[in-house]
Each structure stands twice: as C-alpha cells, then as structure tokens.
C-alpha cells in the first residue's frame, strides 16, 4: 500500500478505489500476474461505487501456488525450524499487525463494510490470535502407548504438508488468521484463497508475513472466484487438507471434491441457525434484549454464529420483542469508515437483494414484520437495510429453517422446557446457542440437549472475555465438521504418526 494511502489512514480520510492495491496472486514470496483471462468489478458497499477489477483465478495459478508451497514445505526452512524460531517469527508477524491494526480495518471496512469502530473480530484481535497460535504451537504432544517389554510404541503429531485455506468474507482479517495462524503453527505450508468481495487484507498480511521472515512459498495467496480457484485446490492432488468457512451449500462441494481426489482432510465450519432461548424466570429482560439486538447488528448480522431465532416463553414474548426494537434506536447506519458508525452496509447488492427476500418470503409465509426489513440510506448508493424482526413465525418457514446472513430476527415462542429444546434443536445446523435463564437446572437441561457447538449460558451479563482465545468449537449437522479454535484446533492441522521399535 502506497504512502498516501497510509497518510489518509493516519489522517482520518475515507480510503477510496485509488487507496487499492492490485490484486493478484503471491507466489514464491513476489507478486505475479494471473494467469486468468477474465476479471470482475467489486464495488464498495457503503456506495455502490467500482473499487477494483479482481482476475476470476484459474487452475494455472492455483498449480504455481500449489507447487511453490510442497517446494516449500520439501525444503523444511519452515517444517523443520526449531520451535522457538517459528514462534519468534510468528510474533513479529503479529506485532506488524498490529501496527498495522488501523489499515487493515479501514480495507476490510472499504471492501465488505464492517465498522471501524466494532472491536469484535477487528485486527488487533487477529493480531491476538496469532500470538495464541504462537505460543502454542510448542505445547501440544505425542503419546507413549502401552506396549510389551519387547517393543516401545511412539505416537507423535507431525505437520499435514500443503493446506489451502479458503476464507469467507465477513470478517477478512481475523478469519485469515483464524486459519492461516494454527496451519503454520503446526508446520504446514499455506495456499491462501481471501473471498473474491475482499482480497485486500489478505495480500497485505502475506507482505507481512514475509516482512517478518516467514520463508517464501511457505504462504502463498491465489485470489478469484470460488467456483475456480476455491474448486481447483479442493480437487488438487497435492493438497493434503481443506480448511473452509462459508455456506453448507458449498462446504458439502468442497467435501465432494475432496472425496473425488485424494481424500484429503477438510475441515469446514459452515452456516448457522443459532437460537436464542429465553425463560420467563426473573431474568433480566433489557439485559437479553441488548444482547439479542446488538447481535443482530453486529457486522450487519453477517455472522455465522448469529441467534437469528428467538426462542421465548409466551408469557414474555411482547415484552421482550418490544424491548428489542427500542433498542435498534441507537443504532447508527452510515459509512462504515466513520469512527462514529456502528452500522454499515450489506456486503454486495447480490447479499441485500438475498435479505430482502427473505423479508417478502416471511411475509409470505405467513409470519408478521413487526419491525424494519426495508432499504435505508438509498441516496448514498450502499446496500444499507434496516433489521427486520418477524413475529409468529411457523416453525417450518424459511425465516425459521434457513440461513439469511442478515439482520432478520425470527421470533418463535414455546411453552415449556420440552418445547424449547424441541425448537432449539429443529433445524438442520448445529452451530452455537443462546440459553438465557436463571436456573441453574434449566440452563444444564438445555446444555446438555440442545445440539450446538457451543451453547452459552447468559444468567448474567458478560463482563470478562471468557478462555479468550483457546476458545474452540465442533459444530452439528449442517454447520460443518471438525474443531476451529484454541489448542484442539492448532491440532487439526496435524497428523497423528505411530512410530513402532522393536528392541527384543
């Protein structure tokens, strides 16, 4: 990124489609051309404005990225580095970062609209997750099995070898890191595929890494289409693992592609349904009403793990969903680079036109908008909407069953604990869940029914930050397969290998 872009930042100024970079794949530790012969227009979403044409990716460059990344991980520059020269490495990449912090969130802001001033998944938070990574990568061990006195049996983690990593787009930079942080961690060389919607932080990090002595080839980035460079590594024969984020619908291709090449390991966290579940039992009502809207509101409701349904008890039902429209009054819609938004735009006009959608498909289907689910702030250009909130939503409905990735709430109400459960566990996903109770009996039954990754327990309004970062989740059902986060995920990212001596 040029000077004045890094001035603008310092400055204040909105960063604009002369602040960008030329994206293009990053192989061998230098920038090469596509080898793709078309390209795509990508448009700020704050006002409809083009920002930069992005190459469609092809299999060429997905064969030079995969290549320079298994002469890589051959080599052993990074493979067979000692732990505490990786971790050293990694470290500085995370304080280059974070002094980096402000550009990043700017780019990630200017290309898919998350607000600057929304802490959550920022880039000092990736910053921190690489330094978990870190220092853990020294920390997790083999096993001596049980063997016979003429024999000692050895169990050791060892490095997977070439891993693409293909990265959605609503929180570019902490999800990056989110995957690219535990696969070096462990020893792998990395093929980095950012969304075709925001590929700007992505090569930015990439200069970085190797600004702070990551061996070339050892993190490579193919930017395009997903439907070319995304298919092309899953299906790749030398790729030896997949990690993803995204939809169900393309994490069960990916699967598919795996299967059909070489079997290769995917880990996939995937959409989500998550439930909100509120009990009439003296909890705090404005406590859960703040907490449901700030949610919805976060990132546009553009997050997997959103409690986009809301399970309550019908005897405060009115109350609660009052209490919820109250509090979008202090929310502030607008561009998404003003330290003073805390609400920005859709990502694409494609993803508003999905969410309005599903509003007239909920009124459709027979459910009442109680509030918002229109269009707002259409003279900027950007792809703003209003939350929605739907009340007496059959259970059976689309806004009930399936993934919107939007601000659209769908209020469902239940009886007793039974029913709750029943609801809670009525879609096909299996992400995250929200028990909001005062009873410490209520809140064991649902966690240990509900079928979610993790179910968090709100009898009181969180203050700390929980394990922080060796937090780690395996979804259920459609929300995807393996674990993301913390120790057990660095872990993923390795083998198991049995070393067998026999000594008579």
Partial sequence: MSEDTLRAIAAGRLLSASDMI??????????????????????????????IDIPNGCVADVNNAVASARRAYLAGAW?????????????????????????????????????????????????????????????????????DSTSTVLQKRTARGVVAAIIPWNFPTYNILLKVGPALAAGNSVILKPSELASQSALVLAHLALQAGLPPGTLNVVPGRGETVGAALAEHMDV???????????????????????????????????????????VDLDMVANHVAHAMTLNQGQVCSLGSRLLVQRTIEEELVEKIIGCFGHVTAGDPQLPSTSYGPL??????????????????????????????????????????????????????????????????????????????????????????????????????????????VNAAEPTGEGPGMSFSCEPFGLSGVGVEGGLSGLESYTRRQTLWFNHG
């Fill in 22 to 51: 030329e994206v293009t794949p990053l192989v061998d530790g230098r920038t090469i051309a596509s080898q793709s012969e078309h390209t795509f227009k990508i448009y700020n979403p704050a006002s409809g404005a083009q920002l």
């Fill in 240 to 282: 030896d693992m997949v990690t993803f984020t995204g939809s169900s619908t393309v994490g069960k291709l990916i699967l598919q592609y795996a299967g059909r090449s070489n079997m290769k390991v995917v880990s996939a966290e995937c959409g989500g349904k998550s439930p909100h579940v509120v009990f009439d039992d003296e």
């Fill in 79 to 147: 493979r067979r580095a000692a732990p505490s020269s990786k971790k050293a490495t990694l470290y500085r990449w995370a304080d280059l970062i974070a002094q980096s912090a402000s550009r990043l969130d700017a780019l990630d802001a200017l290309e898919m609209g998350k607000p600057i001033s929304i802490p959550a998944f920022n880039a000092a938070a990736a910053a921190g997750l690489l330094r978990f990574n870190a220092e853990a990568l020294d920390k997790y061990g083999g096993d001596v099995l049980t063997s």
């Fill in 347 to 456: 990502v694409s006009q494609i993803q508003m036109q999905r969410v309005l959608s599903y509003v007239d498909a909920g009124t459709s289907d027979g459910a009442d908008l109680v509030h918002g689910g229109s269009r707002i702030l259409q003279e900027s250009g950007g792809y703003f909407v209003e939350p929605a909130v739907f009340v007496n939503v059959p259970e059976d409905s689309r806004l009930a069953q399936e993934e919107i990735f939007g601000p659209v709430l769908s209020v469902l109400r239940f009886g007793d604990i039974d029913d709750a459960i029943r609801l809670a566990n009525g879609t096909c996903y299996g992400l995250a869940a929200y028990v909001w109770t005062s009873r410490m009996t209520t809140a064991m039954q649902l966690a240990n029914a509900i079928n979610a990754g993790y179910t968090l």
